[in-house]
């Protein structure tokens, strides 16, 4: 069979030197290059790529296909060389929905058992012994994007117990213990949320979307876990609402600017718990098995 010729074009991952190897080993079919190893733009048939520099679309006038290295799609669609109508596929392996299932579990019982609480306790050798609001049916969890990772989520909370509520643009198959909403039920998804786990794409609409109105129509004492894209909270709204007791905290894994600048509010405050966006990251190997097989299936019979 001719290899399929594809080129990895980043302006900031050194994603050749770790992902042209692993192409050789489990996709041989595919010929994945750096830019500077093409010898004839034209023949390129697909990228791979996360953070494209701004001309990085323009050399190859035969793409059929982009490939991001990660969930998130943002980056490239934002990338102005990018061809219009070139079809973009995200990485959605099972493995990295279960890492952000686990992550999200984890979160959840850190608000809803207050861990952050114990310790503090502990720093002041507090024995203190809470024997009330912790059955799992007490907190109700709102997952806000329904794709990939939040189905995931979901299954995962709802087999602790949880009861769980979804929200997208479109109602997805229905999931067992879950309660679907559609855009014109946000307010009363957002008001059934004691919980609230973000983990919608960044569009247009999502851009700045959990921002002060929306914080406020979520349950007094309510918690916020942000796993999506940054740009989606207003970080300040987020430490404003803490700070005046409408919720009781946050889980924060991505930032409008990351690295988190130095000085950051976030950093300091003692009811935002911060991670550097690693909620999920992909297997190497089966990020090159999803693309083999997408790419295949693209090609002529």
């Not at 509010?265 to 009811?271: G, K, L």
Request: net charge negative.
């Amino acid at each position: 069979m001719t290899r399929i010729l594809g080129v990895v074009s980043d302006s900031r991952l050194e994603l050749g030197e770790r992902y042209i190897p692993l192409f050789e080993k489990v996709a041989p079919e595919l010929d994945l290059r750096r830019p500077d190893e093409i010898a004839n733009p034209a023949e390129v048939q697909f990228m791979f790529t996360f953070l494209p520099a701004a001309d990085a679309f323009t050399p190859y006038p035969n793409l059929r296909a982009v490939f991001g290295a990660g969930a998130g799609v943002d980056a490239i669609e934002a990338c102005p060389s990018l061809p219009k109508g070139l079809p973009i596929f995200r990485v959605e392996d099972a493995d990295q929905a279960q890492q952000m299932a686990g992550f999200s579990v984890f979160h959840v019982l850190w608000h809803h058992r207050e861990m952050a609480s114990w310790f503090e306790a502990r720093g002041r050798q507090d024995y203190q012994r809470k024997l009330y609001g912790i059955s799992p049916l007490e907190k109700r969890i709102g997952v806000m994007g329904f794709g990939h990772m939040g189905q995931a989520i979901a299954r995962g909370l709802t087999a602790l117990g949880y009861p769980v509520a979804s929200y997208s643009r479109r109602a997805p198959e229905p999931m067992p213990g879950v309660t679907h909403y559609t855009a014109d039920g946000l307010d009363d998804f957002l008001a059934q949320s004691d919980i609230l786990i973000n983990v919608l794409p960044l569009t247009a609409q999502t851009q700045g979307m959990i921002g002060a109105e929306l914080m406020a129509k979520l349950p007094q004492g309510a918690a916020i876990i942000h796993i999506g894209r940054g740009g989606q909270v207003d970080e300040t709204a987020l430490v404003e609402a803490i700070d005046s007791g409408h919720l009781s905290g946050a889980s924060v894994d991505v930032f409008e600017t990351e690295p988190l600048p130095q000085g950051h509010p976030f950093w300091s405050h003692p009811r935002i718990f911060i991670t550097p966006h690693v909620a999920s990251i992909p297997v190497p190997e089966n990020v090159v098995l999803a693309i083999r097989a997408r790419m295949l299936d693209l090609q002529p019979a």
